[in-house]
């Protein structure tokens, strides 16, 4: 694509809006005449370009996005195009140097995520399964500068380094505690100083054994095939418009991993509350949660003997039944404890209890699993 200076787009240059907008033949002959900038969603700036050539102005979403992010989208956004708004730009480091950074076409949600039916869940978590898909078991060279969703953030070893880790042969798994840390200890610390009554002794001291058995959590998540993930799609990175498309934005989170914790993110980011069927009936949350992930493994299956053929072994069962209660643990322990614990207020008593809750009922579907950890089996 043509390299604009993102810097200007950002700070509403007409020139560079006016160059940018030419690179589509249809405006060739155009040129922004006002534009009007304003705050968007994850930290990025909605630009509203009005041109001399059209009544109505264009909406785009500009944004710095980090190194990884940039070069994913740069070269494979074709194929999640069905994932993606139209693309004006991205510098990533092949194109420029120091600037990184996306221009996208804005999309406006038609369908608020507090009022979606499970149809509209159904649609996203498929097109999800279908990302998933389409880079199943990546051969190990291909996404070497992504980062891998389960090691510390601090490892800076080669890559050649990681290979038995990331792509272990069938039986030879190894768990190397110090490249794959469960949680921090100082986050239950602060859980415990925070709301004592959530976390017992009894609670802190299986834990704290936990950070020394790190294969409870992390075989079932290592044991399965990865492939590229979003990172964070949660319900609030997802946009249904009245065409019925579903977009997914922020690709900043984009990993490698097991798809289990970006299917665990986007189902625990669903508020918990009955929702319209596909004949109008409001549907227990329990009940349709079983749907949804009935809907994602469907998907996943269809989707694989589209992309790979019919030789692709996997277990829906296993991922159902141990990694994603894992993933939940993980997750919780790494991800939403921490991010409630940084800010808490007066709202955060009762989420945490959530969570811990949830977590509860997942580590004992796990330690039932996992042989020889009785004794640190929370109760």
Same mark, same amino acid.
């Given at each position: 694509?043509?390299?604009?200076?993102?810097?200007?787009?950002?700070?509403?240059?007409?020139?560079?809006?006016?160059?940018?907008?030419?690179?589509?033949?249809? @405006?060739?002959?155009?040129?922004?005449?006002?534009?009007?900038?304003?705050?968007?969603?994850?930290?990025?700036?909605?630009?509203?370009?009005?041109?001399? =050539?059209?009544?109505?102005?264009?909406?785009?979403?500009?944004?710095?996005?980090?190194?990884?992010?940039?070069?994913?989208?740069?070269?494979?956004?074709?194929?999640?195009?069905?994932?993606?708004?139209?693309?004006?730009?991205?510098?990533?480091?092949?194109?420029?140097?120091?600037?990184?950074?996306?221009?996208?076409?804005?999309?406006?949600?038609?369908?608020?995520?507090?009022?979606?039916?499970?149809?509209?869940?159904?649609?996203?978590?498929?097109?999800?399964?279908?990302?998933?898909?389409?880079?199943?078991?990546?051969?190990?060279?291909?996404?070497?500068?992504?980062?891998?969703?389960?090691?510390?953030?601090?490892?800076?070893?080669?890559?050649?380094?990681?290979?038995?880790?990331?792509?272990?042969?069938?039986?030879?798994?190894?768990?190397?505690?110090?490249?794959?840390?469960?949680?921090?200890?100082?986050?239950?610390?602060? =859980?415990?100083?925070?709301?004592?009554? @959530?976390?017992?002794?009894?609670?802190?001291?299986?834990?704290?054994?936990?950070?020394?058995?790190?294969?409870?959590?992390?075989?079932?998540?290592?044991?399965?095939?990865?492939?590229? @993930?979003?990172?964070?799609?949660?319900?609030?990175?997802?946009?249904?418009?009245?065409?019925?498309?579903?977009?997914?934005?922020?690709?900043?989170?984009?990993?490698?991993?097991?798809?289990?914790?970006?299917?665990?993110?986007?189902? =625990?980011?669903?508020?918990?509350?009955?929702?319209?069927?596909?004949?109008?009936?409001?549907?227990?949350?329990?009940?349709?949660?079983?749907?949804?992930?009935?809907?994602?493994?469907?998907?996943?299956?269809?989707?694989?003997?589209?992309?790979?053929?019919?030789?692709?072994?996997?277990?829906?069962?296993?991922?159902?039944?141990?990694?994603?209660?894992?993933?939940?643990?993980?997750?919780?322990?790494?991800?939403?404890?921490?991010?409630?614990?940084?800010?808490?207020?007066?709202?955060?008593?009762?989420?945490?209890?959530?969570?811990?809750?949830?977590?509860?009922?997942?580590?004992?579907?796990? =330690?039932?699993?996992?042989?020889?950890?009785?004794?640190?089996?929370?109760?």
């Amino acid at each position: 694509m043509t390299i604009v200076n993102l810097t200007q787009l950002q700070q509403g240059n007409i020139e560079a809006w006016s160059y940018l907008v030419r690179q589509n033949p249809r @405006l060739a002959h155009a040129s922004a005449i006002r534009v009007e900038l304003s705050p968007a969603a994850f930290g990025a700036k909605r630009a509203t370009v009005f041109l001399n =050539t059209q009544q109505d102005p264009l909406s785009f979403v500009v944004y710095g996005a980090d190194t990884s992010e940039a070069q994913f989208l740069a070269n494979y956004a074709d194929k999640i195009s069905f994932l993606l708004p139209q693309i004006w730009l991205i510098n990533n480091q092949e194109s420029i140097a120091g600037e990184t950074g996306i221009v996208f076409e804005d999309v406006e949600p038609a369908i608020p995520v507090e009022k979606w039916s499970l149809s509209d869940i159904d649609q996203v978590i498929s097109l999800l399964a279908k990302q998933h898909a389409i880079f199943w078991q990546p051969k190990s060279d291909e996404f070497d500068w992504l980062p891998f969703s389960l090691a510390r953030q601090d490892v800076n070893s080669d890559f050649s380094d990681k290979v038995n880790y990331l792509y272990p042969k069938p039986g030879q798994l190894e768990i190397d505690d110090q490249l794959f840390p469960v949680f921090d200890l100082d986050i239950l610390q602060k =859980t415990r100083k925070l709301w004592p009554e @959530l976390l017992t002794k009894r609670h802190y001291q299986a834990l704290k054994r936990l950070t020394r058995e790190p294969r409870i959590l992390l075989r079932p998540l290592l044991a399965l095939p990865l492939t590229v @993930l979003h990172g964070q799609p949660t319900i609030d990175r997802w946009r249904v418009t009245l065409f019925e498309n579903s977009y997914l934005l922020d690709w900043s989170g984009v990993k490698i991993g097991p798809a289990v914790l970006d299917l665990d993110n986007l189902i =625990t980011s669903i508020p918990d509350e009955p929702r319209p069927d596909r004949a109008g009936r409001l549907a227990p949350w329990d009940s349709a949660v079983e749907s949804i992930l009935d809907s994602y493994f469907v998907a996943l299956s269809e989707s694989l003997h589209e992309y790979h053929g019919y030789g692709v072994v996997y277990s829906s069962r296993y991922m159902r039944r141990f990694a994603l209660p894992a993933a939940r643990c993980w997750l919780i322990l790494n991800h939403h404890l921490p991010e409630l614990l940084a800010k808490p207020d007066a709202a955060s008593g009762h989420r945490a209890a959530e969570l811990w809750t949830q977590f509860l009922d997942a580590f004992r579907l796990l =330690t039932t699993y996992v042989k020889g950890v009785s004794e640190i089996t929370i109760r």
